[in-house]
């Protein structure tokens, strides 16, 4: 049914924007701070056991935010399709409310950079190009795509 399809793109982004509203959160007061056991970590488990630490030589210098994931790889990546399944198909565009529209498309980029993953950031990034090249004439995602490499480069 095309009326409920037409609500996908909006009930993700209220999911994408608490999820980088999330990873914000844990990036200001840190990974233990609104952490619920059983939703946000598994019972029992510890974000210590995870592997969320940046390193520069042997000295932890940051760490990646995972948001709900438990793992910051897996929340960038999927930050990453979604961003680029967004684009791709037009369905940001279904999102009648300019505003909460940008909001969605700052939320899912934000979520990108707070994960830390230079994996997701690369999708992104080739997922924006491809498309920006495949169109030519979105100006706009150019600079998404330049934003999405350099500034984690500039963290």
Same mark, same amino acid.
């Given at each position: 049914?095309?009326?409920?399809? %037409?609500? #996908?793109?909006?009930?993700?982004?209220?999911?994408?924007?608490?999820?980088?509203?999330?990873?914000?959160? @844990?990036?200001?007061?840190?990974?233990?701070?609104?952490?619920?056991? &059983? $939703?946000?970590?598994?019972?029992?488990?510890? *974000?210590?056991?995870?592997?969320?630490?940046?390193? @520069?030589?042997?000295?932890? !210098?940051? *760490?990646?935010?995972?948001?709900?994931? @438990?793992?910051?790889?897996? *929340?960038? @990546?999927?930050? =990453?399709?979604?961003?680029?399944?967004?684009?791709?198909?037009?369905?940001?565009?279904?999102?009648?409310?300019?505003?909460?529209?940008? $909001? !969605?498309?700052?939320?899912?980029?934000?979520?990108?950079?707070?994960?830390?993953?230079? #994996? %997701?950031?690369?999708? =992104?990034?080739? &997922?924006?190009?491809?498309? !920006?090249?495949?169109?030519?004439?979105?100006?706009?995602?150019?600079?998404?795509?330049?934003?999405? !490499?350099?500034?984690?480069? $500039?963290?």
């Amino acid at each position: 049914d095309n009326h409920h399809f %037409a609500k #996908t793109p909006k009930l993700l982004g209220y999911i994408f924007i608490i999820l980088a509203l999330y990873a914000l959160s @844990q990036r200001l007061f840190g990974l233990d701070f609104f952490k619920i056991e &059983g $939703l946000t970590i598994a019972k029992g488990d510890s *974000f210590l056991n995870k592997n969320l630490n940046i390193y @520069q030589g042997s000295n932890i !210098v940051s *760490f990646k935010s995972p948001s709900t994931y @438990q793992s910051g790889n897996l *929340f960038g @990546q999927t930050s =990453a399709i979604v961003l680029v399944w967004f684009v791709e198909t037009n369905l940001l565009m279904l999102i009648r409310n300019k505003i909460f529209r940008n $909001l !969605v498309l700052l939320s899912l980029c934000a979520c990108i950079l707070l994960s830390f993953s230079r #994996t %997701a950031v690369l999708a =992104a990034f080739l &997922g924006l190009m491809f498309i !920006v090249i495949s169109t030519k004439k979105h100006l706009k995602l150019t600079i998404l795509g330049i934003f999405s !490499v350099v500034l984690p480069f $500039l963290i």
